[in-house]
């Protein structure tokens, strides 16, 4: 059954080397099972209703992706989409967060209809590969700051706008040096480094007593708090525009950008370079994303930590269909993911900005007309907190430089349309 459904022998691989690297990916990215809730809580969510919907979202959408694309991607709530919802959606804009999955549903809906009616290629063609870069690195930056302001190592400062905070405190020292362990125990390999360091910081908060102990294993968090709560009407509103877009954007290009990675990692892609089956691996992350907003989280998109369990030898679904299946069991331990503190997960969240930082190595920085406008994409999403303003004020910035240095050629379509979009916004909104 396992070969029929996963053609595991025309991929090369076996049902133990699947598993293994099902187990690798879930090692890999188990973090946003503690730093979801986490961020969500902020925006006023029940913290055990998110843990259990992004259990939950995590596996129907590397379930999805499994049975359904034949990809060894696993798919969970994204980071830095997790982020724009709380600061830049719910304490930034001041929607409710019923709202904001609204537009959450809303946006994973449009997706869908992207991937059906296969308009994903134009749309990613599009977009200049400079702005996707910058994008990322953009949310690392907010990714960043979001971290250092919560344990207080960032504060606010009337005269400089803001300052050094505490760096001696034990907030602060948890998170510099778990971020620095972090990176050490990735340089040298070890599976996990991420969650060691979570869970070894809240030990260790234990024992200082700046943490009680909850158990250790329970029958999962209820979901009815947050399952079916989106505003989807209330998302239909013309301030929302931006919001749905820069959920819609950064969902699409994260999505593309990743299967084009982790393909190219495991061989996965044709002979002409192009990824098989990128239709049903983009509308098994779109039907997530729906599906999470009804249960009650950000976007579900597919994870870069996917290439963990490729480098372990995963080349079909049947490792996406393991991940999806320890995800589902991850749900009877919400009493440790209750205990963490958010000094414990700054660290995951400074390191995923290192990684999401890493594109900048990709931008063309001799040529001036992709440098400037990446460079301002990647500043206003941390200073204007918000990655919808970030990405608006980049690509009008582009679409400008562009037209005044008089290279017409480098514009698509859809640059024109987007910015115009965004200049209406800024002017009329």
């Given amino acids: 059954m396992l070969e029929k459904l996963f053609q595991l022998q025309q991929a090369g691989t076996t049902v133990r080397t699947e598993v293994m690297a099902g187990i690798s990916t879930f090692l890999a990215m188990s973090y946003i099972i503690i730093v979801n809730p986490d961020l969500l809580s902020i925006a006023g969510m029940d913290k055990g209703a998110v843990f259990t919907a992004t259990c939950i979202a995590a596996a129907i959408g590397s379930l999805i992706m499994g049975l359904y694309a034949n990809y060894p991607v696993a798919l969970a709530p994204g980071m ?11 304490k930034g804009m001041g929607y409710t967060w019923e709202i904001a999955l609204g537009a959450v549903f809303i946006s994973g809906v449009i997706f869908l209809l992207i991937s059906l009616f296969k308009l994903r290629q134009w749309i990613i063609e599009s977009i200049p590969q400079s702005m996707r870069y910058s994008i990322a690195a953009g949310i690392g930056f907010f990714l960043a700051l979001i971290a250092l302001k919560n344990v207080g190592l960032v504060v606010d400062n009337p005269a400089t706008l803001v300052s050094l905070g505490h760096i001696t405190s034990a907030e602060s020292l948890f998170t510099l040096g778990g971020f620095l362990l972090i990176g050490a125990l990735a340089y040298r ?24 102990y909850n158990g250790f294993i329970s029958a999962p968090p209820s979901i009815t708090p947050t399952l079916l709560k989106m505003d989807i009407a209330g998302a239909f509103n013309i301030g929302m525009i931006s919001v749905i877009f820069a959920f819609l954007f950064v ?55 996917s290439g963990v369990g490729i480098a372990a030898g995963g080349r079909t679904g049947l490792t996406a269909v393991v991940t999806g299946i320890l995800f589902l069991l991850a749900l009877f331990f919400a009493p440790i993911a209750s205990m963490v503190p958010s000094y414990a997960t700054a660290p995951a969240l400074l390191f995923v900005a290192v990684l999401m930082s890493s594109s900048l190595a990709k931008i063309d920085w001799q040529d001036i007309t992709e440098a400037v406008p ?37 514009m698509t379509i859809g640059v024109y349309v987007i910015s115009a979009l965004f200049i209406a916004k800024f002017l009329f909104i």
Avoid at 82 to 87: E, G, I, V
Avoid at 386 to 405: D, N, P, Q, R
């Fill in 374 to 410: 990446a460079v301002v994409t990647m500043l206003m999403m941390p200073f204007s907190f918000s990655i919808a303003e970030g990405i608006a004020v980049g690509f009008i910035c582009y679409a400008i430089i562009k037209i005044l240095s008089g290279r017409f050629e480098d």
């Fill in 189 to 212: 390999g070890i599976l996990g480094s991420v969650m060691i360091v979570i869970i070894a910081i809240t030990v260790a908060a234990f024992f200082l007593g700046k943490i009680d």
């Fill in 80 to 90: 830095g989409l997790n982020a724009f919802f709380t600061f830049g959606v719910v």
């Fill in 251 to 305: 969902d699409l290009f994260d999505t593309s950008g990743t299967l084009i990675a982790v393909s190219q990692q495991g061989n996965l892609l044709d002979k002409d370079g192009k990824l098989p089956r990128i239709g049903k691996a983009m509308t098994a992350d779109s039907v997530a994303t729906i599906a999470g907003a009804g249960l009650g989280t950000s976007n579900t998109t597919s994870y870069i930590e």
